[in-house]
């Protein structure tokens, strides 16, 4: 069974760094683009860029290029998300999911990690 | 890039059909079948519906179906079922990019 497992809910203050990850299991890690997509509350969803762990391609949109970092460690099938700086606008629900084809249809979804950034 | 333009809200009564539009640009929908749906249930991860504009994965339902034509992708979804109630949004390739739309809130009546 393919499955995206994300790590917990994370309360940071403004200026501090972070890093969220999201672990796939059941399928070959390193054949599969990992995507990020965050929705805001209340809100809808933006892509924010795209992994492939088997060689490292990454490719982000303009609206967060410079603003996170994508990474991946394919030894434990792990992907993540980093921030440097939080801004309290970064409070969202970050989902990570599966790409297939060229990377930009997700088929399975983690189940998101809630980021809070507050004074 | 800006958001494709999805309506807001739509409704329909069960065992009717509804359908969603998404306008982009020749920048985006126009230019890519690679245009695709997903729905969202309130609290719950988004879930893929159509991919390049008119496929649908295992296990979606045939009442969902997906078209293009010029600059605007639809997701038709037939035979309306209470369980249809979520928000929906599309999603386009824009060129080493993908941009979502604002996604469209369906209730069931």
């Known amino acids: 069974e393919v499955q995206l497992v994300q790590s917990g809910a994370e309360v940071k203050k403004p200026g501090e760094s972070l890093k969220i990850s999201c672990k796939g299991s059941g399928y070959s890690f390193t054949s599969y683009w990992i995507g990020w997509v965050r929705q805001m509350p209340g809100k809808g969803l933006e892509w924010m860029g795209i992994i492939y762990p088997g060689d490292s391609d990454t490719r982000y949109s303009p609206s967060f290029q410079g603003q996170v970092t994508i990474s991946a460690d394919k030894s434990i099938s792990t992907a993540y998300l980093q921030w440097s700086s939080l801004k309290a606008s970064d409070t969202a629900m970050y989902y990570c999911a599966r790409g297939f084809g060229d990377g930009y249809n997700f088929d399975y979804w983690g189940q998101g990690t809630l980021v809070t950034v507050s004074s | 890039q800006s958001a494709l333009t999805q309506p807001a809200s739509v409704s329909g009564s069960p065992g009717q059909s509804i359908t969603i539009s998404c306008t982009g640009t020749?920048?985006?929908?126009?230019?890519?079948?690679?245009v695709s749906w997903y729905q969202q249930h309130p609290g719950k991860a988004p879930k893929l519906m159509i991919y390049?504009?008119?496929k649908r994965p295992s296990g979606v339902s045939n009442r969902f179906s997906g078209s293009k034509s010029g600059n605007t992708a639809s997701l038709t979804i037939s035979g309306l079922q209470a369980e249809d109630e979520a928000d929906y949004y599309c999603c386009s390739y824009a060129g080493s990019s993908v941009v979502f739309g604002g996604g469209t809130k369906l209730t069931v009546l």
């Open positions: 020749s920048s985006d929908v126009g230019s890519y079948n690679l």
């Open positions: 390049e504009v008119s």
